[in-house]
């Protein structure tokens, strides 16, 4: 590993200058705009601050020739029991830098500031809206932010509105005092707020706003202990991610004249108590945790109470000074470095857990230093060996086992690897071997050997692009062969053999597109698959077998789609199980399926644009099982034994005469099946003449009133309590037929007691009413209570009138 790039990364991790606890309370979105067209993908939010302000109300007031670019990674974290969101921000302009142009930029009125005030009152923050509109004391409409309260104020309004002007301070000023109120405004502090007027002309505006102090507001008001929960990085986070906390308010040294800061250690436990381990204590010169940053001396600690590290920071913030890091099994110094202003500077080395040295480096001003920079194994041996030129690497490196054999070698030029870099077995045999170009681009043949000194793999490069690549078995036998394009893309044949040499695949590229005739081999030989490409696209006959050589399926193609027939086999057997016709994808015709033993013909179904239209007809050993059709591929009716049925219909038996009727006339054979309906009714068939009663309704074929009642009424003197019930209806109603409730009551009657549940039902309602019948609730109760085990959804609210009516 080079000196430079072997530095723990724990060093980068403690070198940045600020000390990272910082919040966000005031919501913001996240978006990229350029020339004034604005967008956002997400918002931070809190309990505290429920209003989320897309960046567009701030994106909106820039001018258009300006670019920002912001990018937000979320992690989340609570304070005092708050969930708060805490972003990471990478932008070119800051939050409240954005929010100092934007009161500059803004095209709103400033107006003059208001006589000062002395209305003042204590209360908590609930959240802030930014960038709202409201009225200054000479009614012109300005550009405020809105604060409102957790606690009543004097004003008695929901929010109270603050900028600038109202605060006589310079834009930047406000910005910056927004900024410190994040810390105070998350851990619901009070505040001590002026504001001019409630009643005057305009909007109430604070004209100042500071946090509560036991002089200012009274001990009541005054903070108490808080905590955040800490990351590995000493960010904020959610309690149940946190690994640190520390405590505010900071308690303050008046020996160094610093605030200390403490940082202890959460334990794995479900409630997360405090294992009072502490973690790290360093110190900063101010009690805002948004604005702190380590200075002076730092010390962290693992979690088993061993030192971790310890360093020190200037007055800037910077590390300065010595810097050490521990191991934790045995204390034993890890690194040993210093700094001076934020930079590494002098003799850095690392050291083994034993104590030995691995590796020994000198810094200048964080750039390695000229020379040499050889690495050590425990015993003291030569691990690796390269040098620096101007910082970096250049010149031979080397790498070496534990026995001092040479690992691997190569050659660096201001840390570009070039020429020939070659790694060896340990046994001092070649294991592989690169070649670059002074680019350090791939150029030229890279190989790869077993240690038995075969070759395995072969690459050839031309400044940086593959141009072909093979690869070996350890028995010698070829494993695969590519060729590729000037662009590295897939060109020629690609093949692929199996250990005993036999061809497992074989492909044609041309660009990377697939073109030409796709294959795939068992590894006794014999084909597996077939598939033509043109252009990428299957286009053809494509074929599968099984493993005895037996076809199992093809299907025809064209530009990608199937188009043509589709025939499967039985891998088993070898006998055709299926057969399909596609038009451009989509079944289209007679779809076939066969016994996979005998061969003979199990179904035959007809398809329409992938649907079932038609007839399917089922057979088995004796011929036609049953039939069914189809109408957009929703079953319409089947009929078992059709043939058998339309031989016992042509010779007279009436219930066959109804069933194949029935069928035709529901499968739209329309004329058919009147034709048998009527050959049944003629034997006075009760179903077959109820059935035509209700098709000459209008059901099917226009409606033919004459028709309909003569086969009702036939129907119903027959028994049919579908007709008898219908016929009672008509007479309730007075439809078709003359109101006459009382023969109403007897057509419901014979239906009921054959145990139509609709006859139930109307005849229940008719002795519920008096209706054509003498009102009788035990009557009502009874054929109601039947229509409703019938499953007859209004009898059940009738039964409920019932007992109301009969309390």
């Given at each position: 590993m080079p000196c430079f790039t072997a530095m723990r990364a724990e060093i980068a991790l403690m070198s940045g200058s600020a000390f990272a606890v910082t919040?966000?309370?005031f919501s913001s979105g996240a978006g990229r705009t350029s020339d004034g067209n604005g967008s956002h993908a997400s918002t931070l939010k809190s309990p505290s601050y429920t209003k989320s302000i897309s960046w567009q109300h701030y994106l909106r007031l820039i001018p258009y020739n300006w670019t920002i670019t912001l990018e937000v990674n979320y992690t989340f974290y609570e304070i005092s029991g708050i969930n708060y969101s805490h972003g990471k921000y990478i932008m070119y302009k800051s939050l409240f830098t954005i929010i100092i142009l934007l009161y500059s930029a803004s095209s709103y009125a400033k107006s003059e500031s208001p006589p000062a005030s002395t209305i003042t009152f204590i209360a908590q923050i609930d959240h802030v809206e930014l960038n709202k509109t409201a009225l200054s004391h000479d009614m012109k409409l300005v550009l405020a932010d809105r604060f409102y309260f957790k606690t009543s104020n004097p004003c008695e309004t929901n929010s109270i509105s603050a900028r600038p002007e109202s605060m006589d301070i310079t834009d930047k000023a406000y910005a910056d005092k927004l900024k410190k109120l994040e810390t105070p405004f998350l851990d619901d502090r009070y505040f001590f707020m002026t504001i001019n007027q409630c009643d005057g002309n305009g909007t109430p505006m604070l004209t100042d706003i500071k946090v509560c102090t036991t002089e200012l507001c009274g001990a009541e008001y005054t903070k108490k202990m808080s905590t955040v929960w800490l990351d590995e990085t000493l960010k904020p986070t959610a309690k149940r991610l946190a690994i640190y906390f520390i405590q505010s308010p900071l308690p303050y040294d008046e020996e160094k004249k610093q605030w200390k800061v403490t940082g202890w250690y959460i334990s794995s436990t479900d409630n997360q108590s405090s294992t009072k381990?502490?973690?790290f204590e360093g110190y900063t010169d101010t009690d805002n945790l948004s604005d702190s940053k380590f200075i002076s001396s730092f010390k962290s600690w693992f979690e088993s109470g061993k030192i971790k590290n310890i360093a020190n920071y200037n007055p800037k913030g910077e590390r300065d000074g010595k810097y050490e890091s521990y191991y934790n099994s045995n204390g034993n110094v890890y690194e040993s470095l210093s700094f001076s202003n934020g930079l590494i500077n002098g003799e850095f080395i690392t050291y083994y857990e034993n104590g030995a040295i691995e590796s020994k480096r000198h810094f200048n001003n964080d750039k390695i230093k000229d020379g040499e920079c050889p690495h050590f194994y425990e015993d003291g041996k030569i691990k690796q060996q390269h040098s620096y030129l101007n910082s970096k690497l250049d010149g031979p490196a080397y790498e070496y086992y534990p026995d001092g054999k040479l690992m691997q070698e190569n050659f660096y030029q201001q840390s570009v690897l070039i020429g020939n870099d070659t790694s060896y077995y340990q046994s001092g045999k070649i294991s592989s071997i690169h070649n670059r170009n002074s680019r350090g681009q791939?150029?030229?043949a890279n190989e790869r050997y077993s240690e038995?000194?075969?070759l395995l793999s072969k690459s050839v490069y031309k400044d940086g692009k593959q141009i072909s690549v093979q690869t070996w078995y350890e028995n010698g036998q070829k494993e695969e062969e590519k060729h590729f394009d000037e662009q590295g893309q897939l060109n020629g044949?690609?093949?692929q053999w199996y250990k005993n040499g036999n061809l497992a695949k074989s492909q044609n590229y041309k660009h990377d597109i697939l073109d030409g005739n796709s294959e795939e081999w068992y590894e006794n030989g014999i084909p597996e698959s077939l598939y033509p490409y043109k252009n990428g696209k299957t286009d053809g006959i494509a074929k599968s077998w099984n493993k005895y050589g037996k076809l199992t399926y093809s299907i025809e193609y064209k530009n990608g789609v199937e188009n043509g027939a589709y025939r499967n086999w039985s891998k088993n057997t070898g006998k055709l199980t299926k057969e399909t016709l596609y038009v451009n994808g989509i079944r289209q015709g007679v779809e076939k399926e066969f016994n996979d033993r005998t061969g003979k013909l199990l179904t035959s179904t007809q398809y329409v644009n992938n649907k079932r239209h038609g007839t399917e007809e089922t057979y088995d050993q004796n011929g036609i099982k049953y039939i069914t059709c189809y109408q957009n591929d929703q079953k319409l009716s089947s009929l078992d034994n059709p043939t058998q049925i339309k031989d016992n219909a042509t010779t007279g038996d009436s219930s066959a005469q109804f069933a194949l009727g029935k069928y035709e006339f529901i499968c739209a054979n329309i004329d058919e099946g009147i034709k048998w309906l009527t050959k049944s009714a003629e034997q006075k068939?009760?179903?077959?003449?109820?059935?035509?009663a209700t098709a000459y309704k209008g059901n099917g074929i226009p409606a033919n009133n004459e028709k309909y009642l003569a086969y009702l009424q036939q129907a119903a003197t027959l028994g049919s309590s579908n007709a008898q019930a219908e016929i009672g209806y008509l007479y309730l109603i007075g439809k078709e037929l003359p109101q006459n409730l009382p023969?109403?009551?007897?057509?419901?009657?014979?239906a009921a007691a054959q145990g139509n549940f609709a006859a139930h039902f109307y005849l229940g309602r008719m002795y519920q009413n008096g209706d054509g019948v003498e009102r009788n609730m035990e009557k009502a109760r009874f054929?109601?209570?039947?229509?409703?085990?019938?499953g007859i959804e209004p009898a059940l609210k009738a039964l409920n009138e019932l007992e109301h009516q009969t309390k």
């Open positions: 919040h966000h309370a381990q502490i973690a791939y150029d030229g038995e000194g075969k044949l690609v093949k068939n009760t179903d077959a003449i109820y059935f035509l023969d109403a009551g007897v057509w419901f009657k014979k054929h109601l209570s039947n229509a409703a085990e019938g």
